[in-house]
Antibody
Framework: EVQLVESGGGLVKPGGSLRLSCAAS????????LNWVRQAPGKGLEWVSS????????YYADSVKGRFTISRDNTNNSLHLQMNSLRGDDTAVYYC??????????????WGQGTLVTVSS | EIVLTQSPATLSLSPGERATLSCRAS??????LAWYQQKPGQAPRLLIY???NRATGIPARFSGSGSGTDFTLTISSLEPEDFAIYYC??????????FGPGTKVDIK
């Protein structure tokens, strides 16, 4: 069974930093692109960042570029998101999600339960 | 940036009724569109990928159609567990993706 378990969320002051982690199991971790997606309270879903299988390709949403850093450890089956210079509008539940490759494209098919990040003074 | 709009924002229906949800893209996404279901306090669940293919384990009452800029998710006969928020998502410029604002299907 595919499992993704996020951790590291919490309350942080504006300008602060936080490091999220996602522990994966039940599949060949190194064979999949991984993503972070967030959801502000009562709002919709927003893609944050993606990292390719061997970390060769990394992409960020404009809203987090220069402040967040995605990384992965294929030895320990873990995904990370280092978040710096946090702002109030970064407050959200952060999900890690695995890409699954279908016939012509890939879509996030498995998601963790999310970890809540609250940025407030 | 490709923008997705969904309509209606809220759909109030009774169990057993048919639900038709719309998603429109600001430019063509070919058929690289997915639909997700989200219930309160839960992560999104992939229902449909590539516009019309059901993901593993998704009941046949869920179907998707469309290509280019206009897409539809149809639930043929609503079950009690189908009342939720539905998001469309485009993946035409992998790995970047965007979501629509969602349609809430609630009980009439």
């Amino acid at each position: 069974e595919v499992q993704l378990v996020e951790s590291g969320g919490g309350l942080v002051k504006p300008g602060g930093s936080l490091r999220l982690s996602c522990a994966a199991s039940g599949f060949t971790f190194s064979a999949h692109t991984l993503n972070w997606v967030r959801q502000a309270p009562g709002k919709g879903l927003e893609w944050v960042s993606s990292i390719s299988r061997s970390s060769t390709y990394i992409y960020y949403a404009d809203s987090v570029k220069g402040r967040f850093t995605i990384s992965r450890d294929n030895t320990n089956n873990s995904l990370h998101l280092q978040m710096n210079s946090l702002r109030g509008d970064d407050t959200a539940v952060y999900y890690c999600a695995r890409d699954y490759y279908y016939d012509s494209n890939a879509y996030p098919d498995s998601w963790g339960q999310g970890t809540l990040v609250t940025v407030s003074s | 940036e490709i923008v997705l709009t969904q309509s209606p924002a809220t759909l109030s229906l009774s169990p057993g009724e048919r639900a038709t949800l719309s998603c429109r893209a600001s430019q063509s996404v070919n058929n690289f569109l997915a639909w997700y279901q989200q219930k309160p306090g839960q992560a999104p669940r992939l229902l449909i990928y590539d516009a019309s293919n059901r993901a593993t384990g998704i009941p046949a009452r869920f179907s998707g159609s469309g290509s280019g800029t206009d897409f539809t998710l149809t639930i043929s006969s609503l079950e009690p567990e189908d009342f939720a928020i539905y998001y469309c998502q485009q993946r035409s410029n992998w790995p970047l993706f965007t979501f629509g604002p969602g349609t809430k299907v609630d009980i009439k």
